[in-house]
């Protein structure tokens, strides 16, 4: 019995210190992109494509480990219906892709990356 109680603060400890690192939002999702709606990619079905400023090129690195070779230009993956409309500009938010959210495409195009959108909302031209 002793020995259990041994372990149990440090094993508790553990725990909470997870559950607190699970739940803390990353900087990225914290942050609002201003992006374009391009229109339905070629290789992924009916997902469009976004395209984010040049100046978000570094935080969109971090979201995605540096494995994005066409910046600027996504596949938005998660984006509402009523945003899917050419040269609309959108306000947006980024969330973790889970493993669904991985689309199987052709390869007749641009290899473009995915992202996951975890909010949008329209803007006008000129509060970009």
Known sequence: ??????????????????????????????????VEVLGVGMDCGDTYLIQFRE?????????????????????????????K???????????KCTADDFLACTTLGPGYSHVCISSAETISIASQ
Do not use: S
Not at 11 to 28: M, N, P, Q, R, S
Not at 70 to 75: A, D, H, K, L, R
């Open 85 to 95: 409309k050419q040269g609309l500009f959108l306000h947006i938010t980024l969330g």
């Open 55 to 83: 100046e978000d090129e570094q935080k969109i690195n971090r979201y995605l480990e540096n494995t994005n070779a066409y910046f600027p230009v996504f596949y938005a993956v998660n984006l509402p219906e009523e945003y």
């Open 1 to 34: 019995m002793l020995k259990m109680k041994k372990y149990l603060l440090p094993a508790g400890l553990i725990l909470f210190v997870f559950l607190i690192h699970a739940c803390k939002k990353t900087e990225w999702e914290k942050e609002v992109f201003t």
